[in-house]
């Protein structure tokens, strides 16, 4: 139980153009999913906290405009890089909270984008 | 002092050996307390969590909680190379909050 897919696994795009990412929760609902970045080599930081039905939580220093986070339901959400740029390029993961009762947060495997 | 604070590394042992994984943490994020494994590239897997002071085993693995130190580690007897990778100490802040607060991380290497 408790598996998180993400899609797509990996993305090459183009300077100036937007790319999503889904997350779903397969089995089970996420009440709460997060989604971090990490450069190579580097720690996890935690971008955005995502809630069902309402707005995300953006962490200090992370662009809500450039980054925009849509949980439509209590199994997806969506991360949207908007006019991605080189800097852009790195390794992004969500989790998902199952809710209450859960002990902790499950992670997806990962999208690894590259901006060119 | 940082909410959860881990050595870098790297830390290097033979295989078979016990590697020893350490985390420190402040008052807030004093609640529950996890330890996940990502391989270089791939996204974090849990490993463990604990909660109570004390040791908690699971097959090779042993986490031990010390509140009164405010000490967290990780045991991994028998070491193999497959357990390369880096390992994350992460805890949950007191209050509710779902936020996991993550250290930066040791990176394990086990020799053959």
């Known amino acids: 139980g408790a598996v998180v897919s993400q899609h797509p696994s990996r993305v090459i795009c183009k300077s100036g153009t937007s790319v999503k990412i889904e997350c779903r929760s397969l089995d089970f609902q996420a009440t709460t999913m997060f989604w971090y970045r990490q450069f190579p080599k580097k720690s996890l930081m935690l971008m955005a906290t995502s809630n069902e039905g309402s707005k995300a939580t953006y962490e200090q220093g992370v662009e809500k405009d450039k980054f925009l986070i849509n949980h439509a339901s209590l199994t997806l959400s969506t991360l949207t890089v908007t006019s991605a740029h080189p800097e852009d390029s790195s390794f992004y993961i969500c989790?998902?909270?199952?809710?209450?009762?859960?002990?902790?947060?499950?992670f997806g495997p990962g999208t690894r984008l590259l901006v060119l | 002092q940082k909410e959860v604070e881990q050595n870098s590394g790297p830390l290097s042992v033979p295989e078979g050996a016990i590697a020893s994984l350490n985390c420190t943490y402040s008052d807030r994020v004093s609640q529950s307390f996890f330890w996940y494994r990502q391989y270089s590239g791939k996204s974090p897997e849990l490993i463990m969590s604990?909660?109570?002071?004390g040791d908690k085993e699971d097959g090779r693995f042993t986490a031990q909680l010390n509140k009164a130190s405010q000490y967290v580690s990780l045991l991994i007897r028998d070491s193999q190379p497959s357990d390369s990778a880096t390992y994350l100490c992460a805890a949950l802040p007191q209050g509710g909050s779902e936020k996991l607060v993550f250290g930066k991380g040791t990176k394990l290497t086990v020799n053959p």
């Open positions: 604990i909660y109570s002071n």
């Open positions: 989790s998902a909270w199952p809710g209450q009762g859960a002990k902790t947060q499950y």
